[in-house]
Each structure stands twice: as C-alpha cells, then as structure tokens.
C-alpha cells in the first residue's frame, strides 16, 4: 500500500509562471518530509525539507506547504525556470528504530516548464 | 560536499551473471541505502545498513544481496541476475538522527 502519493505524474507550466506538485501521505508517523529533485541519468538532490511541527519552508524561488490534518504537502516553483524541469519526488521520514530514520517515497511527478 | 560514488555508470550483463555493484561515501555517515528507480514506480527501497556488517531488508529485497565491511562502502550484489532487474539502481547515505539522503550518479543496469 502506498504510503506516499504523488497523484500527477506529469505537470506543464509556462516558464514564469507558478509551478504547484501535490503529495499524499497516509502514514500519521511521518514527521519530516522532503523534496528531490532529479535529472534524466543523475541521482536525486535535495531540495527543501519540512518538518511536522512547521506548515511552511521557504529557499528562494521555492516554498513547501504541509496541512497535517489533510496529510498533504505541496511544492511551489515561483518564478518557474526551464531549469526547474526535472522528476520531483516527494518523500516522508519515520523514525525506524537503531537511532536512524528511513524514508518513503513517492512516484514522483516529471515537471516540464516551457520556454 | 557529501560524495557518493558508485563504481560503474553504466553495465551491461547477461542473465545469469553475477553483478556487483559498489557504492562509497566520504562523508563518515552511518546509514548507507540502495535503491531502484523504475519509470511509473518511484524509487523503491531494496536493502539498508545502520552500521558495518549490519543490514536490513527493504521493501524488495528478493534477488539482492548486500555487503558492507567498512563504514563508507556498501555493495548490492545480484546472485544471478534476470532481466527483470534491469532497472537504474541508486546508492544514498545519511547520517544518522537525520532523514536527508545523499545520493549517487546511479548506476544503469541493463540485464539481457
């Protein structure tokens, strides 16, 4: 079952205007959630992060969103640049016991910004 | 910076073979990972390790093995490898106590 949804896997925006990727988790013990970002044949980098007792991160031109109760968080891209296209996955951390923490991705959502 | 270095960019096997594939950080971290991206799956967790000589199981660990006898290398071994296993295949660390991953170039598998 999966614990972390990303429900668009594709999203087109006009370069300059605001780019919004959505996630879904249902795990209640998820307290600190991650953006990646990844280019066609690299491995994924971090983007920004947020923990469970904020509702809002901002770095630049990034800013993400979390609604505990809805169990919902969301990346926005503003301005967005034909830079920003990339796979963007979404990820959860729990504590998974041996004072370490495991994340729990999702399927990420492939972003296109267009000139 | 946090380096992740996996040992080949690219490998082409046969079904059958054995594949190793290897993973080094130079960060002193603790957790080493393994993953595999699949188009349309995500990224999907097949081994971990808290600490040398220990492993655990990931969501997909069938046909995988893993080795780690030093505290910067962690290698995935596919005992007899199956084209079902061609896949791209991504090495991450993090320190403990943390949630953020480091990850790898990734490594191309294509098993025919």
């Known amino acids: 079952d999966q614990q972390v949804k990303q429900n668009s896997p594709s999203l087109s925006v006009q370069e300059g205007r605001i780019s919004i990727l959505n996630c879904d988790y249902t795990n209640s013990m998820f307290d600190y959630f991650l953006w990646y970002k990844k280019y066609p044949a690299e491995g994924p980098t971090f983007l920004i992060s947020?923990?469970?007792?904020?509702d809002k991160n901002e770095d630049g031109r990034f800013t993400v969103f979390l609604n505990k109760s809805a169990k919902h968080l969301s990346l926005h891209i503003v301005p967005s640049q034909p830079g920003d296209s990339a796979v963007y996955f979404c990820a959860a951390s729990a504590y998974s016991g041996a004072g370490s923490y495991q994340l729990t991705f999702g399927k990420g959502t492939k972003l296109s910004v267009i000139p | 910076d946090v380096k992740v270095t996996q040992s080949s960019r690219y490998l082409v096997k046969r079904t059958g073979e054995k594949v190793f594939l290897e993973c080094v950080q130079d960060m002193d971290h603790e957790n080493m990972f393994w993953y595999r991206q699949d188009p349309g799956l995500g990224l999907r967790l097949i081994y971990f390790?808290?600490?040398?000589?220990?492993?655990e199981k990931g969501d997909i660990p069938e046909g995988y093995s893993v080795s780690r006898e030093k505290k910067e290398r962690f290698s995935l071994i596919l005992e007899s490898a199956s084209t079902n296993q061609t896949s791209m295949y991504l090495c991450a660390s993090s320190l403990r106590n943390t949630g953020e991953l480091f990850f790898g170039e990734g490594s191309r598998l294509t098993v025919l």
């Open positions: 947020i923990s469970s007792i904020k």
């Open positions: 390790s808290y600490d040398v000589k220990m492993k």
